[in-house]
């Protein structure tokens, strides 16, 4: 006779139930979805995608995404071949910039060398006006004794902008610097007639005196009112584009000096 009928389910151990038909536990899920383990192995692999990715690669030689895209195309996807242009991009560009620094340097170095030289040139024009000027027309037609005396006067400056005019006019029309010197030579010779001098005439020995103040103010005006039509002949535009200004043309300069109103 058989003994009792025994409940197999009881013999049953749980770790002989596949595990997708176990009942889980609140705590092996958690313990499941938290596996240290499983998210490092899962981290790992993703880092090491982005270790493979070769544009994180070539970005990795310190350029931008977009030149690292082109490197790679031009290379034809070889990583190696990429970066070697890479580098040498770096290079150039590294040499671009040194190049475009000593320019800079080179150009700043030029104009403080051209600054310095104009600084020169004012106050050579103020300090020795003669030695600076000398070879204007209208300097050489002035003569030396009436030169010093507006060097020495109220008039420098206006005598000073003449010359300064002259010289820019020739080197700005030397296809007619005939006519400009000419035009500076009539103006000066016209203010020397208008000098009158102390004594003049007054001792045997002919000697003249000094120059009179008063004669001095009448040069002074005449110098003051061709500088103004100097000034507006040659800033203002030409009516012919590469025309000399009609300032310059052979005229009768004297006519127009005697017009001047001085009062």
């Known amino acids: 006779m058989s003994g009792p009928r025994r409940n197999r389910s009881a013999d049953v151990q749980v770790d002989d139930v596949p595990k997708k038909h176990r ?10 979805a938290e596996d240290p383990a499983e998210e490092a192995e899962i981290a790992d692999e ?3 995608e982005e270790e ?15 030149v690292a895209e082109r490197m790679l195309e031009k290379a034809d996807g070889d990583l190696d071949a990429a970066v070697m242009l890479i580098v040498e991009h770096q290079e150039l560009e590294k040499e671009e910039n040194d190049l475009a620094k000593v320019m800079e340097e080179s150009l700043q170095e030029a104009e403080a060398e051209s600054q310095k030289r104009r600084d020169l040139d004012e106050e050579r024009k103020r300090s020795a006006p003669a030695e600076f000027f000398q070879g204007c027309s209208f ?7 009436v030169a010093t005396a507006l060097f020495s006067s109220d008039a420098k400056e206006d005598v000073i902008a003449i010359l300064d005019l002259e010289r820019k006019c020739r080197q700005w029309y030397r296809a007619r610097g005939g006519d400009v010197a000419d ?19 007054g001792d045997e020995s002919g000697e003249q005196g000094n120059i009179k103040a008063s004669s001095m103010e ?8 061709h500088l103004s039509d100097l000034q507006d002949a040659v800033l203002s535009l030409p009516t012919i584009p ?8 052979p005229i009768d300069v004297e006519s127009k000096i005697e017009t001047v109103d001085l009062t």
């Open 139 to 145: 300097l050489e037609n002035l003569g030396e004794d």
């Open 46 to 48: 993703e880092e090491e």
């Open 218 to 225: 009448i040069v002074h005006s005449l110098l003051v009112a």
């Open 52 to 66: 493979d990715d070769p544009i994180e690669l070539l970005k990795a030689q310190g350029v931008s995404e977009d």
């Open 23 to 32: 009942k889980v536990s609140d705590d092996d899920a958690a313990d499941d």
């Open 183 to 201: 035009y500076f030579s009539r103006i000066a010779v016209k203010a020397v007639a208008n000098v009158e001098y102390e004594g003049k005439g």
């Open 242 to 249: 590469g025309t000399i200004p009609a300032i310059f043309a």
